[in-house]
């Protein structure tokens, strides 16, 4: 089902640096670290509130959910505990629920806190698909909402971090572990959490 609302792109300034915000009426089409954003230019701001760069929607109802995300992304980057106890900001009705990709990225999303780590393997039998690694690593790079899909928290069974963004932003999957109170060394979890 093709969303035939019309979507908004918003700018955030945040920890992790720009990231761009698509919503419509009914929330979040995606949200993500701007593209340029690589582990050769990666600056991390630890402390650095969430903000919106530029003006607020004209619409209520997308309004509504862009200040949802700011809050939700807030409560991540100040104290990452909270948000297991809010809701997460809507993610528009019009999506393709029953695919194998959005089973993966729901299944994490609800089951995968802040502090944990699964494999892909892992991952994979949590979506009654054993020995689908490979499917649930392109579900893992396809994913259309960083963070909220905590696609990050998705690791190599031997406690290696793997790839994030296709390879390209490494560092913020380390950044973004560390935040979350692992502790991570020569690129692997050192205080593995598995589930
Ligand atoms: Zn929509």
């Known amino acids: 089902m093709v969303c035939e609302k019309a979507v908004e792109v918003f700018s955030l300034i945040s920890p992790i640096g720009e990231m761009i915000?698509?919503?419509?009426?009914?929330?979040?089409h995606s949200l993500s670290q701007c593209d340029q954003i690589c582990d050769t230019n990666f600056?991390?701001?630890?402390?650095q509130d969430v903000v919106l760069i530029g003006?607020?929607?004209?619409?209520?109802?997308?309004?509504k959910h862009v200040e949802d995300c700011i809050g939700w992304l807030n409560a991540y980057f100040t104290d990452v505990r909270r948000v297991t106890y809010m809701h997460m900001p809507d993610i528009c009705?019009?999506?393709?629920?029953?695919?194998?990709?959005?089973?993966?990225?729901f299944a994490l999303a609800k089951n995968i806190g802040p502090g944990q780590t699964v494999s892909y393997g892992e991952l994979a039998k949590m979506v009654n698909s054993p020995g689908a690694s490979q499917a649930v690593g392109n579900a893992m790079a396809a994913n259309p909402l960083q963070i909220l899909v905590p696609c990050h928290r998705v690791i190599r069974s031997d406690g290696?971090?793997?790839?994030?963004?296709?390879?390209k932003k490494n560092?913020?999957?380390?950044w973004?572990?560390?935040h979350e109170g692992l502790n991570i060394v020569k690129?692997?979890?050192?205080?593995l959490k598995s589930i």
């Open 43 to 47: 600056h991390p701001q630890g402390g």
């Open 55 to 63: 003006k607020e929607s004209g619409n209520d109802n997308v309004q």
């Open 171 to 174: 560092s913020v999957k380390n």
């Open 160 to 167: 290696s971090l793997g790839q994030y963004a296709r390879g």
């Open 93 to 105: 009705v019009a999506r393709d629920m029953g695919s194998f990709q959005e089973r993966v990225w």
């Open 176 to 178: 973004l572990l560390e």
């Open 21 to 28: 915000m698509k919503i419509c009426p009914q929330g979040l």
């Open 187 to 191: 690129n692997k979890v050192a205080t």
